[in-house]
């Protein structure tokens, strides 16, 4: 297609009057900058232009959302991907159990650990936890272990009294399930659930 | 207005920001990476038909999605970006399905496949600009409708089209300006 043909498109004749053809104006929506921008500014055709363009960029997202609404109501296509999905477990280090026979090398996976301290947050009223690390050499038997969790409060629990009955759920839990040395439990409140903010940055 | 002493026992995964959910999964919780499949799957899926025309290979592109962000989230710094994130990958994998097809079929079952919409999507909008809009993108040649769609839907520059094509920036804006003109043409009796 021609530049020409490009110009006559819809009902604007742009090249006709000002000179400035629909793409230059669309490089420009696409750019943010132009040198013309003061003449685009003051041109009735170049502002019918730019008008004209961005309600089909506008419909085109429409169309995107009403794409998505429709895969949205109708999810049997998803449950067959999520069924299908053979998601790959997460090890991460192994953790040694001491054994009476050293030779059986009983071990556990840090991942299993880390699901472990997550089940014992969401057993807590008022808390869920987000990123969870264990600081501190545990391939080696009893290591000195720290505790790093971010989490979640809901809002109306007190969060001293939150936190204290989490550190100590996740200390009782380590000891019992681990021989890790456990040398304390961080904990940042990273976000308050059900307050302006939180919560709310879903579609 | 803030709520009264505690409205509720706890905080349901479904009902978790981006961000934790993008924390749980990365330390390996597959129950917040599935709210996060859930949440962004129909966005990716619809964004996938577009590119590939096609719903058994947006399928395909939305499960190589799920499975490559499960593979990479770690290496993702903001879980608030997850929403973009995913639909980057996504129109990745679905130009990389098309060229796939492409490769592997010769040039007369290539026709078949591609003049094998409508899909099942534009089907359902009935009787409006969406109708109109979804047909006559349905009617551009392939590479003017994904440079439309990375561009507009996916809201990628000229230079991120352009490698994601492997077309030159210069044949993304010609491309872009065919569909433009294209789509504005049909469009006219609508608006």
């Given at each position: 297609?021609?530049?020409?043909?490009?110009?006559?498109?819809?009902?604007?004749?742009?090249?006709?009057?000002?000179?400035?053809?629909?793409?230059?104006?669309?490089?420009?929506?696409?750019?943010?900058?132009?040198?013309?921008?003061?003449?685009?500014?003051?041109?009735?055709?170049?502002?019918?232009?730019?008008?004209?363009?961005?309600?089909?960029?506008?419909?085109?997202r429409s169309l995107a959302e009403d794409d998505a609404r429709t895969a949205a109501e109708s999810d049997g296509w998803l449950q067959d991907i999520l069924s299908n999905l053979r998601l790959e477990t997460r090890a991460g280090r192994s953790i040694p159990i001491a054994s009476d026979d050293p030779d059986d090398g009983l071990s556990e996976t840090e991942g299993a650990v880390v699901a472990l301290i997550r089940r014992t947050g969401d057993d807590i009223d008022g808390v869920t936890i987000g990123k969870c690390r264990l600081h501190g050499d545990i391939t080696e038997p009893g290591a000195r272990t720290r505790v790093e969790l971010n989490v979640t409060?809901?809002?109306?629990?007190?969060?001293?009294?939150?936190?204290?009955?989490?550190?100590?759920?996740?200390?009782?839990?380590?000891?019992?399930?681990?021989?890790?040395?456990?040398?304390?439990?961080?904990?940042?409140?990273?976000?308050?659930?059900?307050?302006?903010?939180?919560?709310?940055?879903?579609? | 207005m803030p709520r009264v002493t505690p409205p509720e026992r706890n905080i349901q995964l479904d009902a978790l920001p981006d961000v934790v959910l993008c924390e749980r999964a990365t330390d390996g919780d597959t129950a917040a990476f599935e709210v996060l499949a859930r949440?962004?799957?129909?966005?990716?899926?619809?964004?996938?038909?577009?590119?590939?025309?096609?719903?058994?290979?947006?399928?395909?592109?939305?499960?190589?999605?799920?499975?490559?962000?499960?593979?990479?989230?770690?290496?993702l710094r903001d879980g608030s970006v997850v929403k973009s994130w995913l639909m980057r990958i996504c129109g990745r994998r679905s130009i990389d399905i098309v060229r796939r097809?492409?490769?592997?079929?010769?040039?007369?079952?290539?026709?078949?496949?591609?003049?094998?919409?409508?899909?099942?999507?534009?089907?359902?909008?009935?009787?409006?600009?969406?109708?109109?809009?979804?047909?006559?993108?349905?009617?551009?040649?392939?590479?003017?409708?994904?440079?439309?769609?990375?561009k507009e839907m996916g809201g990628l520059s000229y230079e991120e089209i352009a490698e994601q094509l492997g077309l030159t920036s210069e044949s993304v804006r010609g491309r872009l300006a065919r569909a433009r003109a294209r789509l504005m043409r049909d469009m006219e009796g609508w608006r």
């Open positions: 297609m021609s530049e020409d043909d490009t110009r006559r498109v819809g009902d604007h004749s742009l090249a006709d009057d000002c000179g400035h053809s629909l793409d230059e104006l669309a490089d420009y929506l696409a750019t943010g900058s132009s040198p013309y921008e003061g003449h685009y500014r003051q041109c009735p055709q170049c502002q019918s232009g730019l008008a004209s363009l961005r309600s089909l960029g506008d419909l085109t409060a809901l809002h109306g629990y007190r969060l001293p009294t939150l936190v204290d009955a989490l550190r100590s759920a996740v200390a009782e839990a380590l000891t019992t399930h681990t021989e890790l040395d456990i040398q304390g439990v961080d904990i940042t409140v990273t976000d308050l659930f059900g307050t302006d903010g939180a919560g709310e940055d879903q579609p | 949440r962004y799957g129909p966005m990716m899926r619809g964004y996938a038909v577009r590119l590939t025309g096609s719903t058994a290979d947006a399928d395909d592109a939305v499960q190589e999605t799920l499975i490559h962000a499960w593979d990479h989230l770690g290496e097809r492409r490769e592997h079929a010769d040039a007369d079952t290539l026709a078949e496949v591609s003049d094998s919409s409508p899909t099942p999507e534009s089907a359902t909008i009935s009787g409006s600009g969406l109708d109109a809009l979804a047909r006559s993108l349905e009617s551009l040649p392939e590479e003017q409708r994904q440079c439309w769609v990375l």
